[in-house]
């Protein structure tokens, strides 16, 4: 079992940043490839960053490429998402996913075991 808690949403202006960070509690926190996922009004919950187990690959959805970062801290038990140049469009709640499985994380949202209660993004134009 693993309880994840994520922190640092809140309101932006668009061309801002952000940092997002999940403290996992539970389990060895290094036996979990982690992932961003978000989810807007009305729309499914889409996959924005993956990283493996020891942090080595990471992968992004394109529409993030290039401004967001996705990084871990397995001493720390934190994932994190830096968000910069972040528009409009990311206004999302954003959530932190564990899975035991897929060494190198998984961008299918089905594939993750757990998952905190997320944190809210608003970005302002």
């Known amino acids: 079992q693993v309880q994840l808690v994520e922190s640092g949403g809140g309101l932006v202006q668009a061309g801002g940043s952000l940092r997002l960070s999940c403290v996992a509690s539970?389990?060895?926190?290094?036996?979990?490839?982690m992932g961003w996922f978000r989810q807007a009004p009305g729309k499914d919950r889409n996959f924005a960053a993956i990283?493996?187990?020891?942090?080595?690959?990471?992968r992004y959805a394109e529409s993030v490429k290039g401004r967001f970062t996705i990084s871990r801290d397995n001493t720390k038990n934190t994932v994190y998402l830096q968000m910069n140049s972040l528009k409009p469009e990311d206004t999302a709640i954003y959530y932190c996913?564990?899975?035991?499985?897929?060494?190198?994380?998984?961008?299918?949202?089905?594939?993750?075991?757990?998952w905190g209660q997320g944190t809210q993004v608003t970005v302002s134009s």
């Open positions: 996913a564990a899975d035991s499985v897929k060494t190198y994380g998984s961008s299918f949202y089905t594939d993750y075991e757990y």
């Open positions: 539970g389990r060895t926190f290094s036996s979990y490839a």
């Open positions: 990283i493996s187990k020891s942090g080595n690959i990471t």
